[in-house]
C-alpha cells in the first residue's frame, strides 16, 4: 500500500515539472515578443515615424498587456 502511494504521488510530481517547463516556454515567448515589439517601436522613432510623445504612450501601453 506504502508503494501506490509513492508512485502517485511521483505522477502528480511529474504533472507539475511539466506544467511548470509549458509555463516557463510561453512566458519567455510572450518576452521575447514584447522585446520584438519594443525594439521594432525605437527603430520607427529613430527613423523619425513617430514623435517622442506617441513613442511613449505605445511604450506604457506595450508595458500594460
Given at each position: ?23 516557463i ?41
Amino acid at each position: 500500500m506504502y508503494a501506490h502511494g509513492f508512485m502517485h504521488s511521483s505522477y502528480y510530481l511529474a504533472l507539475f515539472f511539466i506544467f511548470l517547463v509549458i509555463f516557463i516556454i510561453i512566458f519567455s515567448k510572450k518576452r521575447k515578443n514584447k522585446q520584438k515589439n519594443l525594439e521594432k517601436l525605437k527603430q520607427r522613432y529613430i527613423k523619425g515615424e513617430i514623435s517622442k510623445e506617441e513613442y511613449e504612450d505605445l511604450k506604457k501601453s506595450s508595458y500594460k498587456k
